[in-house]
């Protein structure tokens, strides 16, 4: 050991702590589940601004098939319940169950009544995300988010999927990461520049009068929106005032999203930018740093992890050489922190069950399952490292005692600065 890294250690300035006590389990309150969204997963889609992006060669790949969760729904949750989870996260495709404005499809209607049944029985409790970024070709025709009336077309298509599921008491995310929405509607040109603050008012309203109606219909429901936290702290905090502090009052809990990190000495975050996202390192204690992060700026909410996992190439692989169980078991363990600090954080979702469209092609893999959607006509689904890892964690409410993360914490994160400069994360 160098005398930089002693001094380091002694002083405990690189997150380690000098405290031998393992983080104590999660309990079995806790709940771990696993996500996908219907547009990345079931293939067969209707007409959507999706579906056009491709078609139209805005983005490199169509969607095709995806990996056919639309025939394979059952093998897939019942994958889930092989892994112990209680949470099964998933999306109703608007464009699938109403192709045109105001007629609805029966057998649209009918495979979400396979998939809600299938969930429950498996004995999870469904995540029900209303809108994953994917609105019918109907509503693009009609002029999408560049009109005040998409806000009152999305309410009536969410109230439909409230009063058809309400009976399964579910969770459920109004908006999939909105301010994701704006920007890739912004991008692939569903929404002029000048509309934007128009879009954002109407989602805005839109989860607001939502909120209000399931709570007529499911009493005591839990209601929210995921925010794509970002790396990059000053950016996070005007981020949040687009949406979630604007929700904040109809936000029964706080979900978010984490993937990425980001320090003075590694920016490869930027990675992403050329959609190599299996590029960009990892330091797992930032999950920490984030909901210590949301817990200081929304008191007194419960925090719920509504995306995180790690990317790889096709191939599986890293240049860092980060496995995904690692990574798994790491992230898990900076949960376990988190509540022995006291952060009210009730549960975790892993992206993603199985690989699946990322948005433009099917390069980046996020599975607990690996499926090769391009080269295997079988979509057979692969289990990766992380399943075992997954299954031990669910049995044992978190790491065993006296696990440490494969990776110590670094110095002044700029996932959080100050905070993380002046209160590092300390591996205990």
């Not at 609105?135 to 309410?155: F, I, K, T, Y």
């Not at 690989?355 to 996020?366: I, K, L, M, P, T």
Request: net charge neutral.
């Amino acid at each position: 050991m160098s005398c930089a890294a002693m001094l380091l250690a002694i002083c405990g300035l690189g997150g380690v702590g000098t405290a031998s006590a393992s983080v104590p389990p999660l309990g079995p309150a806790f709940e771990f589940g696993v996500a996908q969204s219907g547009f990345q997963s079931e293939g067969y889609n209707r007409d959507s601004n999706w579906v056009r992006y491709g078609n139209q060669g805005r983005v490199a790949h169509r969607v095709g098939n995806a990996v056919d969760f639309y025939h394979r729904y059952a093998e897939d949750i019942a994958r889930a319940k092989s892994l112990g989870v209680g949470i099964y996260r998933t999306s109703v495709e608007w464009s699938r169950v109403e192709p045109s404005r105001g007629r609805d499809d029966p057998a649209g209607w009918a495979f979400y009544d396979r998939v809600i049944r299938a969930v429950v029985d498996a004995g999870m409790r469904p995540m029900i995300t209303l809108n994953h970024w994917v609105h019918p070709g109907w509503a693009v025709d009609l002029g999408g988010w560049n009109r005040p009336q998409m806000s009152a077309d999305l309410v009536r298509f969410a109230e439909r999927v409230v009063d058809r599921y309400s009976w399964a008491d579910p969770l459920w995310i109004t908006f999939n990461e909105p301010t994701e929405y704006v920007r890739r509607e912004l991008m692939y040109g569903g929404v002029a520049p000048q509309n934007v603050g128009l879009m954002a008012d109407g989602i805005v309203a839109a989860h607001r009068a939502i909120h209000r109606y399931i709570h007529r219909v499911q009493p005591g429901a839990q209601v929210s929106s995921n925010m794509a936290y970002y790396p990059i702290a000053g950016l996070q905090t005007w981020l949040e005032s687009v949406f979630p502090q604007r929700m904040r009052d109809t936000l029964d809990f706080v979900g978010v999203d984490h993937y990425y990190s980001f320090s003075v000495t590694d920016a490869s975050v930027a990675n992403g930018a050329s959609g190599e996202f299996w590029k960009s390192s990892q330091a797992p204690e930032s999950i920490y740093y984030v909901l210590r992060h949301v817990a200081q700026q929304f008191p007194g909410k419960q925090i719920r992890v509504i995306e995180n996992g790690l990317a790889t190439d096709p191939q599986g692989r890293r240049p860092d050489g980060y496995r995904r169980a690692d990574h798994l078991r790491d992230t898990v363990y900076w949960l376990q922190r988190a509540r022995q600090d006291g952060i009210d954080v009730a549960s975790y979702n892993y992206w993603s069950l199985t690989d699946n469209y990322e948005w433009g092609d099917f390069d980046s893999r996020f599975g607990l399952y690996t499926v090769d959607a391009e080269r295997d006509p079988t979509l057979t689904r692969h289990p990766t490292d992380a399943v075992a890892a997954y299954r031990e964690i669910t049995r044992d409410n978190g790491v065993r005692p006296g696990y440490r993360p494969t990776r110590m914490p670094v110095t002044c994160s700029l996932v959080a600065v100050p905070d993380s400069c002046a209160n590092p994360a300390v591996v205990r």
